[in-house]
């Protein structure tokens, strides 16, 4: 299980070995092996065969499925520490989704007979992987509902409060800016819409000065009242 191609990775923070002690976790990061990825690179895609998992040690990746007509929605976006490519070593199907590089990614792989084998040596990991499963249905369920219920309108509204409440930076007129690039197309395959549709709504909430957007950063200003267009 070896391997001497690259310093053993530190996993102590990542949550899938989560309370293992300094032994258990330098003989699980000396069976894994380190790949990159380029910025929009394909990981994996959909209905490949997988032989691995993975943990990401740097920068994020999308999970995302794409419908016949092209339409892409996009089921996580993940970061450091966060593992994905589990589903297929569990339960021996293909993928169950494309995985693409956001960023320039460096992730360690974890072949399937090592991972199980560790399971079996450590079950406190079957105990990590099912509270990372239960949260993403949970995550899936609440999408499931907010296609149903809400309307794109409130989709779009709910979507951008909730990344000003991740990533947004108070600005000198009391504004918030949401600071990542974000595409209308993006945002549009996180809520499970078309690119059109939510140029449409965009362009509404621009027009009541709710937001304003500039080279793909979103400011929003009344945030009051997109909370209000939620439900
Ligand atoms: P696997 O099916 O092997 O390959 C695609 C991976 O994407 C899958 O394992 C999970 O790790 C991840 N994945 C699939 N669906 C979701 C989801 N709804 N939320 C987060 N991650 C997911």
């Known amino acids: 299980m070896a391997n001497s191609n690259h310093p053993a990775p530190n996993i ?21 092996k380190l790949r990159t990825f ?18 990401i040690h740097k920068g994020r990746v999308r999970i995302r499925i794409t419908g016949s007509d092209g339409q892409e929605v996009a089921l996580a976006i993940l970061g450091p ?14 993928r169950s989704a494309d995985v693409i590089a956001i960023d320039n990614v460096e992730v360690f792989t974890l072949q399937r007979d090592d991972f199980i084998q560790l399971i079996k040596t450590w079950p406190e990991i079957s105990i990590e992987m099912m509270k990372i499963l239960s949260s993403r249905m949970r995550t899936a369920n609440q ?6 219920f809400l309307d794109v309108f409130a ?15 108070i600005d000198a007129d009391g504004a918030t800016r949401i600071n990542i690039r974000l595409t209308q197309q993006e945002l549009a395959s996180m ?10 709504v965009m ?12 080279k793909h950063k ?3 200003h009344r945030i009051a009242e997109l909370r209000k267009r939620i439900y």
């Open 12 to 32: 102590a923070n990542v949550p899938l070995f989560h309370g293992m002690d300094a032994e258990s976790l330098s003989r699980i990061a000396q069976a894994m």
């Open 38 to 55: 380029r910025a929009g690179e394909a990981i994996f895609h959909r209905e490949d065969p997988g032989q691995v998992m993975y943990v």
């Open 81 to 94: 520490s966060e593992s994905f490519g589990e589903m297929s070593i569990l339960d021996n199907n293909p």
């Open 143 to 148: 999408m499931v509902e907010d296609l149903i």
């Open 155 to 169: 989709r779009v509204a709910k979507k951008l409060v909730e990344l000003s409440e991740e990533h947004g930076e």
């Open 191 to 200: 809520i499970g819409a078309s690119r059109e549709s939510v140029n449409k």
């Open 203 to 214: 362009g509404y909430f621009t027009d009541k000065n709710y937001i304003s957007a500039d």
């Open 218 to 220: 979103i400011t929003i």
